[in-house]
């Protein structure tokens, strides 16, 4: 695959951000750029200790229902051999591509597994596999399907697949807790004004092509951003400033952090506790609502933690072993709450709240308690959601 094929898929990879129906589509092209026959995007639940394999995307060529069949009837298998993929997958930063032939088993064995005959019932045998977000394993996880007419990837696919899956793993973070349904524009229904999530199209030159009312919100009333005379968007202080400019105007900085995608996103406390507003930036090329976008257009999201958000702390529990009590210290701090407030608001000490958070810190890898609240609407933001065209 030449270099300007690849960077046409890597573009139409970060319009998925903005709508997620394109996902089926790109799984597509990026398995036939790596001479597979589909490719999935895997993602690991959990409910009274029994693990759960789901597939929110899948290549526009599966037939949906035999996937999701195919996926009850050989969960406990799969969840195997996803172990299998992140353990081979998971040993650096980067996003490495594994076939299962490398499993630690014969290649008859492999063959033998009653997931991988029914595989070859659909003419389908080998698989490749990696974890796309290193910082929550259990989801973001990517498979190639091959015909049975050949082995896995080869050395130069795998090589394709390598440049093209950090910008997967970053495009699904992004995108994660962005409604499906989102139209950026001039004219704005209830539904957008009330995005959790600032966000805004910005021009080659750092003009504001379109912004939400919440972005609009937060560059008015918090010490982040500030418009300059020009009408150029530009972060109020001088923290993180090349970061920023590298991200709006750099091309080879996006996908740069691999399998840590959180990595490249910009942190900025409002309180002492570490709650403030969380940035990321990634380019985009083409919306419905606005069509071909001048190039090197980026979209900018911002999440407030200061400010209230209805968080499914039952559904984060899904995919992390959170207790009761941590379920409902979570909930508070997405709406907001201090350490303090919860704690009089829970009737409980300080100490211990305190303590519940870094357990919450803890279980689900994150920094801080914006990179927490980030995270739990990621998991609580529906899949499948179809974008309505009127």
């Not at 997620?20 to 996902?23: E, H, P």
């Not at 910005?202 to 003009?207: A, E, N």
């Not at 190039?295 to 980026?298: A, D, E, K, L």
């Given at each position: 695959m030449d270099a300007d094929k690849?960077?046409?898929l890597v573009s139409r990879i970060y319009d998925t951000t903005l709508d997620?129906?394109?996902?089926p589509k790109v799984?597509?092209?990026i398995a036939r750029a790596t001479g597979a026959s589909g490719a999935m995007v895997?993602?690991?639940t959990q409910s009274a200790g029994e693990h759960k394999i789901s597939c929110p995307y899948i290549s526009d060529n599966y037939d949906p229902v035999a996937v999701q069949g195919y996926l009850l009837k050989h969960n406990r298998q799969e969840i195997l051999d996803q172990a299998e993929f992140a353990r081979l997958s998971g040993v650096d930063e980067r996003i490495e591509l594994i076939n299962d032939a490398e499993f630690n088993i014969s290649q008859d064995q492999l063959l033998a597994q009653d997931n991988v005959q029914d595989m070859m019932k659909f003419g389908l045998r080998c698989r490749a596999g990696t974890l796309l977000n290193k910082d929550a394993w259990q989801i973001d996880r990517f498979s190639l399907q091959y015909k049975s007419d050949r082995d896995g990837a080869t050395d130069a696919e795998k090589r394709i697949a390598n440049t093209i899956l950090p910008h997967v793993a970053k495009a699904l973070r992004i995108g994660r807790p962005l409604n499906a349904s989102l139209v950026l524009g001039a004219e704005f229904g209830p539904r957008e004004n009330s995005l959790d999530f600032g966000m805004c199209l910005?021009?080659?030159?750092?003009?504001p092509i379109a912004t939400n009312v919440e972005f609009d919100r937060i560059v008015a009333e918090t010490s982040v951003f500030r418009i300059l005379t020009t009408g150029q968007l530009a972060l109020a202080g001088d923290v993180d400033q090349d970061r920023f400019k590298a991200l709006i105007s750099g091309e080879k900085i996006h996908g740069a952090a691999g399998a840590n995608p959180r990595r490249q996103s910009l942190f900025f406390p409002l309180r002492e506790d570490?709650?403030?507003v969380f940035v990321e930036i990634c380019p985009v090329s083409e919306n419905e609502a606005f069509g071909r976008l001048p190039?090197?257009?980026?979209l900018v999201t911002a999440l407030d933690a200061t400010t209230f958000k209805t968080i499914g702390s039952e559904v984060v529990s899904r995919f992390f072993p959170l207790s009761k009590s941590e379920e409902a210290v979570l909930t508070l701090i997405g709406a907001g709450r201090t350490n303090r407030e919860i704690a009089d608001e829970r009737s409980r000490s300080l100490d211990t709240v305190n303590s519940q958070v870094k357990s919450l810190l803890f279980k689900t890898h994150t920094r801080n308690r914006t990179e927490l609240v980030q995270l739990a609407l990621s998991l609580a933001a529906p899949f499948g959601h179809t974008r309505n065209a009127g």
């Open positions: 690849v960077l046409g997620k129906t394109l996902w799984l597509h092209d895997f993602e690991l910005l021009s080659p030159k750092g003009f570490e709650t403030g190039p090197n257009t980026r």
